[in-house]
């Protein structure tokens, strides 16, 4: 499957180029301050006055819908990337015409809607959870009992951090969650659970002109739907992990990604991979990259936007990312102000990244700590100790 990129000739874009970013949010944020360090000037497209990104890069302040702000943004700008996926596909269709946009609209049309993105994990050779599209409470009813329970129904389009979905655990069920996943409107998938042992992501880059590189999988622990660590090196045999960075570089070649797909996947007890799905932008998952990579996520997305050589993606130190939530700030911000022991005695380097967020918010993701480590225990202990996300 190719990317509508292809349809754009490739251009090599250079630092003191301004690269636009659909979307101000904490990706975009880090986006430019790993470009801007490189050299790379940005402006991002956000409706929130003083959104994240804007702190620290050009925003122009409109609803992502508003064409005549993406004119703008595209006259301002030399390449544009996006953020998140749920990018207006007609604004996206636009930027095409008016402005250079190597990701492509082909790939948010595929990745915005659960059923295309299955179909095309599956033409790059990859599995995913078997499936069903759900047209009526009936359909639902047969496909629960194909697959049993627990089971699970999802809308195509929208839902993140577990909204839009319902876990079906009984026949009883069936009416109340067709029901209510269907006042949204929107086509409804059946998916079989997957008793996996462990859930893994794998980041993986690719440039215009083919470079593909994968960074080391990371495992996964989610609490209440939210990603709660991302441990790195995941607790994994040596082969499912080179499987599931092989499996994100087929991935990404075979949906003619340009830029980062995120390519989040279910590993079972005896060592079989599904997809769950995917993200083409940068990744909460990725985060760890930061100060544990030679070459961060965010660089990385930057160098393959512009057609730069790709960055080296080794590992440089065991890491725990911990999602900092509106909860969790006030402790975080105490420990901060005072000498902390328990990281002297685990030899531990915990490194801060707070996104700028007015509203401390309750489950809302604040920021994220990378705690750099000799291992992966000693990083959890760290965790465990500050008592921060008991909260």
Known sequence: MSN???KQPVKTLLPGSTIGILGGGQLGRMMANAGSAMGYRFVALDPAPDAPAGQVADQIIAAYDDHEAARELAKRS?????????????????????????????????????????????AAGVQVAPYSEI?????????????????????????YDGKGQWVIRSEDEIAEAYETLARAGVQLVLEQFIRFDKELSVIAARSPQGEIKAFPAAENIHVDNILHLSIVPARISEEVQREAEQLAMRIAEGLGVVGLIAVELFVTADG???????????????????????????????RAVCNLPLGDTTLMSPVV?????????????????????????????????????KEAVFKRKMGHVNVLAPDTDAALSWIEETTIWKV
């Open 4 to 6: 509508e990129a292809d």
């Open 78 to 122: 030399d390449v544009i990337t996006y953020e998140f996926e749920n990018v207006d596909a007609d604004v996206a269709a636009m930027l095409m015409e008016e402005s250079y946009v190597p990701q492509g609209s082909e790939l948010l049309y595929t990745t915005q809607h659960r059923l295309r993105e299955k179909r095309a994990i599956e």
């Open 135 to 159: 047209r009526s409470v009936d359909e639902l009813r047969e496909a629960v009992a194909r697959f049993g329970t627990p089971c699970v129904l999802k809308t195509a389009v929208g839902g």
């Open 272 to 302: 079989e991979l599904f997809v769950n799905e995917l993200a083409p932008r940068p990744h909460n998952s990725g985060h760890y990259t930061m100060e544990a990579c030679r070459t961060s996520q965010f660089e990385q997305h930057v």
């Open 321 to 357: 990312m911990v999602n900092v939530l509106g909860q969790h700030v006030e402790p975080l911000l105490e420990l901060m102000s005072r000498r902390d022991e328990s990281a002297e005695r685990l030899d531990v380097a915990p490194k801060v990244h707070l996104y700028g967020k």
